[in-house]
């Protein structure tokens, strides 16, 4: 397997993720490694480049040359167009729990076969998830 170098602060970093994503879906059995914390971060990026996209795709047509190529700054990213705020956070994790936060209207936890929490999309369906991260992944997909 290929080995990437990191400096200290992203060590710390992946570790206090890691440390994070364990203590919210694994309980005191499971074990999470530094690469299942990185892997979470390239998921979440892709989630992401693929949101950005879209967004410049929509927006191409009706904003000017200068707007355009802001679009797909990283300031824009979690601006008002993506739904959130201009101070949103830059840590995943907190970016994460706050789009819980922002629609915990759309989602509850339930007792169910389905699934453990329900999520009312906008169409007035309802999926159902198993963890919080997939309700993280419908919220990100249809909000």
Same mark, same amino acid.
């Given at each position: 397997? !290929?080995?990437?170098?990191?400096?200290?602060? =992203?060590?710390?970093?992946?570790? #206090?993720?890691?440390? @994070?994503?364990?203590?919210?879906?694994?309980? @005191?059995?499971?074990?999470?490694?530094?690469? $299942? @914390?990185?892997?979470?971060?390239?998921?979440?990026?892709?989630?992401?480049?693929?949101?950005?996209?879209?967004?410049?795709?929509?927006?191409?047509?009706?904003? /000017?040359?200068? #707007?355009?190529?802001?679009?797909?700054?990283? #300031? $824009?990213?979690?601006?008002?167009?993506?739904?959130? /705020?201009? $101070? @949103?956070?830059?840590? !995943?994790? =907190?970016?994460?729990?706050?789009?819980?936060?922002?629609?915990?209207?759309?989602?509850? #936890?339930?007792?169910?076969?389905?699934? *453990?929490?329900?999520?009312?999309?906008?169409?007035?369906?309802?999926?159902?998830?198993?963890?919080?991260?997939?309700?993280?992944?419908?919220?990100? *997909?249809?909000?």
């Amino acid at each position: 397997m !290929p080995e990437i170098d990191v400096s200290a602060e =992203q060590s710390e970093y992946l570790e #206090e993720l890691r440390a @994070a994503l364990a203590d919210e879906h694994l309980g @005191a059995y499971g074990t999470m490694r530094t690469r $299942d @914390a990185l892997q979470y971060l390239i998921d979440r990026h892709e989630a992401t480049r693929d949101d950005a996209l879209v967004v410049e795709g929509d927006e191409a047509g009706e904003a /000017s040359s200068d #707007e355009t190529e802001t679009v797909g700054d990283d #300031e $824009d990213e979690t601006g008002d167009d993506a739904g959130g /705020s201009s $101070d @949103a956070p830059a840590n !995943p994790l =907190q970016a994460a729990q706050q789009l819980l936060d922002e629609h915990d209207d759309v989602w509850e #936890e339930v007792d169910s076969d389905s699934g *453990k929490y329900a999520v009312t999309l906008p169409d007035g369906s309802t999926e159902y998830a198993r963890t919080r991260d997939d309700v993280r992944a419908l919220l990100f *997909k249809h909000y």
